[in-house]
């Protein structure tokens, strides 16, 4: 399945709008109803990265990943890390799914979010994408149902960002889901030493 992006393109005069963070660690923290977000478009790794960085910095509750291979230089970077730890150990309801289509690949390669997926184990998990559903060729990294991340085609770099957009974020929420519930767990990442 594949959704039309074309509602996506850059508003003119677009920007990122600050909102509080509430203080408890519940999932019904109080915060000001968001209306705007900031969207872009990535053509390069590094877009992508930067991208990555940005969109998950907006989750307060989980993200959700599709991906190949974990995508060397985007999923194992520093600052990208360092904010997903953030996230699960200040938050004890938060979670970080991952769902990879070619998890050879990811154990060839090595990852260090797999690393850290070892040693938060209760917080981040690792499923294998079910054969049925390989021949999607998407990429995503979803924060919440809010903010994401997209790239049509995972073998290139091009795609857009947004840190809010509600309707098309739940679209390919409810697209994970079920990719999710078809898939199993990886016991080739559990068990790989990073």
């Known amino acids: 399945m594949v959704l039309n992006v074309t509602g996506l393109a850059p508003r003119p005069g677009s920007g990122f709008v600050q909102f509080g963070v509430a203080s408890s660690n519940s999932p019904d923290?109080?915060?000001?109803?968001?209306?705007?977000?900031?969207?872009?478009?990535?053509?390069?790794?590094?877009?992508?990265?930067?991208?990555?960085?940005?969109?998950?910095?907006?989750?307060?509750?989980?993200?959700?990943?599709?991906?190949?291979?974990?995508?060397?230089?985007?999923?194992?970077?520093?600052?990208?890390?360092?904010?997903?730890?953030h996230l699960i150990l200040a938050k004890r309801f938060a979670r970080v799914r991952v769902l990879i289509s070619d998890p050879q690949r990811t154990i060839r390669l090595g990852n260090r979010l797999v690393g850290l997926g070892r040693r938060?184990?209760?917080?981040?998990?690792?499923?294998?994408?079910?054969?049925?559903?390989?021949?999607?060729?998407?990429?995503f990294l979803l924060a919440d149902d809010v903010a994401l991340l997209y790239r049509i085609n995972y073998a290139r770099w091009e795609g857009?960002?947004?840190?809010?957009?509600?309707?098309?974020?739940?679209?390919?929420?409810?697209?994970?889901?079920?990719?999710?519930?078809?898939?199993?767990?990886?016991?080739?990442?559990?068990?790989?030493?990073?």
Not at 120 to 139: G, K, S, W
Not at 160 to 188: G, H, K, M, Q
């Open 29 to 85: 923290d109080v915060r000001p109803e968001r209306t705007q977000g900031r969207r872009w478009i990535l053509a390069t790794l590094e877009d992508t990265l930067a991208a990555a960085i940005e969109i998950a910095a907006v989750a307060r509750r989980g993200l959700s990943i599709l991906t190949p291979d974990l995508e060397p230089g985007v999923y194992d970077n520093e600052r990208f890390l360092e904010i997903v730890k």
């Open 160 to 194: 857009i960002a947004d840190t809010y957009e509600p309707a098309v974020a739940r679209r390919y929420l409810n697209l994970f889901e079920e990719i999710w519930a078809a898939s199993e767990n990886s016991r080739e990442l559990r068990q790989l030493r990073v």
């Open 120 to 139: 938060l184990n209760t917080y981040i998990e690792f499923r294998n994408v079910n054969p049925d559903f390989r021949d999607h060729r998407e990429a």
